[in-house]
């Protein structure tokens, strides 16, 4: 099977392997190589001698950085429909993976943020390593946790997803597993004898079986700060407006709260709300789908207010890091504006 030079695509063994290959933009997604890895994915799935998937990243730095945000910025901008496209059909692929016949193996080796989190966390073998720094860092770019995050995340023990969706910062191997969006943790080295034992297997093995397998080679990920910190992420968090959370934070001791605090103070106060709203949208969801079609329709908005812009410009363009967000602060957020990303985009993702 042949992909683009940025996914390679083969057989294995019993195993279907992609490879995402953008190593100068640690792996990050564009739209063809969403469209490789989603006819890659249905090409498996009909092979009865393909037994499990496994995606990687190429080279030693990433698994996936995220998706293409100087596109979404330039579609945005130049009033195209490449972002809406990218957005629709990342969403799909999010959707398949978590309901993929097969064994998806993703190695989550190196840094696996934003979309990189959608390729990976929905997949229903998830393996992190020692090298693991996964983040939804959406709100200091001016946008929100999306590719499904907002049904991931309130699924996480307690608050933690809150904590991760508000103030972006990275985590590792053991709050990975402990906020429930990794399974196992792999000593890096020993990934390419985890996938050469995978691609062994027979074809009639099962998903058990591939558990069995890959626990047999999981190590201890260490301690996670996340749980350690899980009665003030608990505490301070389960608040339902951002303005209490903030208040909450600074009346906690120690260094994780005055972090989380200053953190969650940089970015933009539109996004910070926006998230906390679709969070507990997401926690009293009943399905990804559902969802997935409340991101989309939030995406779309995104592109028609100015804080996206400043932050990929600070971020990625300019790199000044010095983004300044079109509301100085909340109370400039009101509830109104926050209402008009919840409209549903049409036509819909999915088939009612």
């Not at 995606?55 to 950085?65: D, K, N, S, Y």
């Not at 993976?97 to 934003?114: E, H, Q, R, S, W």
């Not at 990804?288 to 812009?309: H, I, K, M, N, T």
């Amino acid at each position: 099977m042949q992909g683009i030079d940025q996914v390679i695509v083969e057989r294995q063994g019993s195993a279907g392997l992609i490879r995402l290959n953008r190593q100068q933009a640690l792996n990050s997604l564009t739209l063809p190589m969403i469209r490789v890895m989603a006819a890659a994915l249905e090409e498996f799935a009909a092979d009865a001698a393909v037994a499990s998937v496994i995606v990687r990243g190429e080279g030693e730095r990433a698994f996936c950085a995220g998706g293409d945000i100087r596109l979404l910025h330039e579609s945005g901008k130049s009033g195209s429909a490449k972002a809406e496209a990218f957005w629709r059909e990342e969403f799909h692929l999010n959707h398949a993976i978590a309901n993929y016949p097969k064994p998806y193996v993703a190695l989550m080796d190196g840094i696996t943020m934003g979309g990189g989190v959608g390729l990976s966390s929905h997949g229903s073998h998830r393996v992190v390593t020692e090298r693991t720094r996964l983040a939804m860092p959406e709100t200091g770019i001016g946008y929100f946790p999306d590719v499904g995050a907002t049904w991931l995340l309130p699924r996480a023990p307690g608050e933690a997803g809150t904590w991760m969706g508000l103030t972006g910062l990275s985590i590792n191997a053991a709050d990975a597993i402990h906020a429930r969006l990794a399974d196992h943790c792999v000593a890096s080295t020993d990934l390419t004898a985890m996938i050469e034992a995978i691609t062994a297997l027979p074809t009639s093995a099962s998903g058990a079986d591939l558990h069995e397998l890959i626990a047999r080679m999981s190590m201890q990920p260490g301690p996670s700060r996340l749980a350690a910190e899980s009665m003030v992420i608990d505490r301070a968090l389960a608040h339902d407006t951002v303005e209490e959370i903030l208040k909450a934070l600074s009346a906690e001791e120690g260094e994780f709260a005055a972090e989380a605090l200053q953190t969650i103070g940089t970015r933009s106060p539109t996004s910070l709300k926006l998230t906390l709203r679709l969070l507990r949208a997401g926690r009293a969801s009943r399905t990804l789908a559902a969802c997935l079609q409340r991101e989309l329709g939030a995406c779309l908005r995104v592109l028609s207010v100015p804080d996206f812009y400043e932050g990929v410009r600070a971020a990625v363009i300019d790199k000044d890091r010095n983004p300044k967000w079109s509301s100085a602060s909340l109370a400039d957020v009101d509830d109104a504006s926050i209402d008009r990303f919840f409209v549903e985009a049409k036509p819909p993702l999915f088939a009612s």
